[in-house]
């Protein structure tokens, strides 16, 4: 039962009351920007470890839904295995379309860079992480250096970045939300993550569900992660079969940790530098 429960709001409210309250401390609603929407938190391990790695995480909801507050239990995790988490709210679609969603994105990858060390965390392993719709704007940041450049920063200052089920190639548009937010049939086509895959991008983590029944697995997470190997990239991939493409990102939280190994894939990978 707890699987369909994750499809609603209720079922991130299942997770986060399961969430540990011993192994973070977290600061909450903290502006990276001037809107509503551009808010995030910051998670940090109980015990402090110096000069931790930093994850920026960003929700999925087709560009149109999510609120940071129901991922404590994506920040509990990362911050439970000595990492520092910012989990960040955008505006979202109707109210804003491509590339609003990117710019704010940048902004608060801007500000988890200029604020790492007010947290403990380390500016030079900064990792931008992302599941379904986040995970579009994670790998958008990483490749396609537009979004980074207007905030002064460059995809080279990233350590890594880490995709969970994200759509990186997806024209034509036929989801409803996703044609309003990306104003379909006018999306340009560098739009798309995979277009901009090349060698000067950074090593990567790309995690899926085998049946992934939202977000085409082989066409996304597999072409992305064979178009950075044949550019000479370091990338991880894998996909599981234990999973959905939402509880693929729900096996982070402690009560369903055994269904899939990503959140020690995850904090593997981000350990692995420096």
């Known amino acids: 039962m707890l699987p369909a429960l994750l499809t609603a709001c209720s079922g991130a409210d299942l997770l986060n ?16 920007g001037v809107e509503q929407r551009q808010r995030l938190d910051v998670y940090r391990p109980a015990k402090q470890v110096a000069q931790a790695p930093l994850v920026v995480f960003f929700y999925g909801g087709s560009w149109s839904s999510g609120e940071r507050a129901d991922y404590r239990f994506v920040g509990e995790a990362l911050a439970s295995r ?7 709210d955008y505006r979202l679609s109707p109210a804003v379309r491509y590339p609003v969603f ?5 902004h608060a990858l801007r500000w988890a860079f200029d604020h790492a060390a007010d947290y403990g965390a380390d500016p ?3 990792f931008v992480m992302g599941h379904s719709a986040g995970a ?7 490749l396609d250096k537009r979004w980074l450049e207007a905030v002064d920063l460059t995809p080279s200052r990233l350590a890594g970045w880490i995709g969970l089920a994200g759509p990186y190639d997806f024209l034509p548009i036929g989801d ?11 999306t340009p086509a560098d739009s798309q993550p995979l277009v901009h895959a090349s060698a000067a991008s950074p090593r990567a983590l790309l995690l899926a569900a085998e049946h992934d029944t939202v977000v085409n697995p082989q066409r996304s997470t597999v072409a992305m992660a064979g178009r950075l190997k044949a550019s000479g990239v370091q990338v ?12 693929l990102l729900a096996s982070m939280a402690s009560v369903l940790r055994g ?12 350990r692995s530098v420096g």
């Open 17 to 32: 009351a399961t969430v540990p309250t011993d192994t973070y401390q977290a600061v909450d609603g903290l502006a990276y």
């Open 82 to 88: 000595g990492i520092v988490a910012v989990v960040a």
């Open 102 to 106: 990117l710019q704010d994105s940048a």
């Open 124 to 126: 030079a392993r900064v």
């Open 136 to 142: 579009y704007n994670a790998a958008m940041l990483a």
């Open 176 to 186: 409803a939300q996703t044609r309003v937010a990306f104003s379909w049939p006018d």
């Open 236 to 247: 991880e991939s894998a996909l599981y079969d234990s999973v959905s493409h939402v509880t």
């Open 259 to 270: 269904r899939a190994p990503v959140l020690q894939r995850v904090s593997d990978f981000v």
